[in-house]
């Protein structure tokens, strides 16, 4: 009698290669503008939305990324670049991680079928939709601590092999993550004859002090004309780019508009009468804007999403219950959503977010206590059911084979047992080392001794560089080294331990010079202390006249109001060094100030390089629109300008288009332009589709 082949599971460390753009430098410029994420502060609409449901929506909020540099020096020259690969595979499932892109598992292929359960993007490609600006889309991204995108989107984890009791492969990712000073652990495990990938999370506080923390797993999938979300609820937190978030009924939703016309019933399904439409979200490519939907799973239910296709086989995510939240978030079908698509991969590379959090909503921090420790289960992979139940009009029905069909595949019990297994047989045992990210637990814990709680995590001390070595040196011996004025600081410190420290190294003399009084400005400005701030920046100046301090002390004079001095500030700044970072600030703040033509002398006195970036042209292009430079305005707009760093939800270039074009037409007719002219001719034109990045 021959034997049955048992499959087995295997961890493999290698390589993953794909066209990718350059990261480009960190931006030395600490954030004292207080990035933000758009979700914090939508409105909410109180009549469908509880004070309960809302009791920590916009709670929590941070002053900022700081201490993180921002990402924003990448390009769009892609050339290959072979990235560090973890993947876990058995006879059924193929998981590729890469611990370099924040442990993100990129992609999930469904061995019996040949299938890529996952939308893997073709390419690598950064763009500005994260606190620290830069982010790629595809495959699952691991959120942790500030409501937007991970510090560590796109950068390196610490990765450990290891393994549970029975032999099977355990790949373990971490990171401390500095803001809300927590260490957090992705371990993924993939049993011999499991036809699901697992994944542990557990989150410790390092800190004595309660916490404000947030967590989503955020699931890219292919987004196709027959594809269908599903998720186990009738009722959603709705919200639009643009509105409040507000709650209704799913899978169909009622809008109310003004009017009705023939092509939005055509594109969008079905119209009602009395000027609404009845769009059904589960079918993402009737939606015609970028959209947020925050399902409300009812208490008890198992919480899982699903997206299957017109066969009825998918992608299904499941969880133990900590994981309450499931949201769906679509680009829609505007040719802003569209446009937005093709810049982050490539034409035809379509696809939507299904997300797991904590929270019921992307609005919500959750409160954590000192010491404490939080820790879920996740299960990944394929699911199928009858395609004319899934696809049918009883919704109830519809989720309800889902559930079925998940629960025979993997079941509820399962996933809670692998949960219970993972805490017992891997919390005590580190694992061996393949990658290394920063050493900043290893500087927090040189502060804080034994009121520093690492998880029982492994950091090595060969993790520490150049950014975390001035930082050891200002605890071990009281003083920051002190750099040069032109050389770029390499990274900052926040918290009232830090701030006291640096300020009795100050007192004392070991850091009086002019770094260690720019780093107390930027601690103090952090923390709210603006006056403070604002002598230390002036301190450091006195000290040495640098760049920086005089770029900081700029920033903090816009912000209470004084932009022509905060303008001087900065082209003193910019003129001492050309550093594009600080010219775009310099540029901003000028035509801010009203400064047009100056604006337009300093991008001319600036470096090639410098002014070759899209950032700074669109500047130069708003000051030529306002001295009625049109021609030459036109012609930068022509030339295939691209915004390589456009926010989600910024419109900069569509709305400079429109305002070129509006005073081309006013001056042809011979009226003067105003606000009223404006609107009728954004009604009357179509911009050019890749200067169109609108959301709604």
Known sequence: MKEECKTVSTLTFTSYEMPSASLGKLNPLPDLRRTADQHVSIPIDEATITKEEARYMGWGRVNGILPYLLQDGYNRKKKPHAWKAAVLENNFICATFLPELGGRLWSLIDKTTGRELLHRNPVFQPCNLALRNAWVSGGVEWNIGIIGHSPFTVDRMFTEQLALDDGTPVLRMFQYERVRRLIYRVEAMLPDDSRYLFVRVRIDNSSDMGTAFYWWSNIAVDERDDTRVLVPSHKSYRWGYGGKLTKVSIPYMTVSIPYMTVQADQVYGGAGKCGTLHWDISRTTQLPQAMDFFFDIPQGQRRWISAVDGDGYGFVQTSTDVLQGRKLFVWGMGSGGRNWQTFLAQPGCAYMELQAGLARTQLEHLPMKGGAVISWMEAYGPIAAEANIVHGEDWAAAIGAIEKALECACPRAWVEQMHQRAKLELDDRTGRTKTVGAGWALVQKELLGDKFRDGGLYFPSYSIGHRERPWLQLIREGALPCPGVLEEPGSYQIGSEWEQLLADSIRQGGSRHWYGYYQYGVTSAYAGKLEEAEDAFDQSIQCAVNPWALRCKAVLQDMEGNTEEAAELLVQAVTMLPEHNIAKEALRTLHKAGKNQEVINLYARLPKSVRALGRLKVLLIEALLDTKDIDRAERMLNSNIVLTDVREG?????????????????????????????????????????LDFRMH
């Open 650 to 690: 910024e419109v900069k270039l569509t709305d400079l288009w429109f305002r070129m074009v509006a005073i081309k037409r006013s001056q042809e007719r011979g009226v003067e332009l105003d606000d009223t002219l404006l609107e009728q001719f954004k009604k009357e034109c179509i911009p050019p589709a890749h």
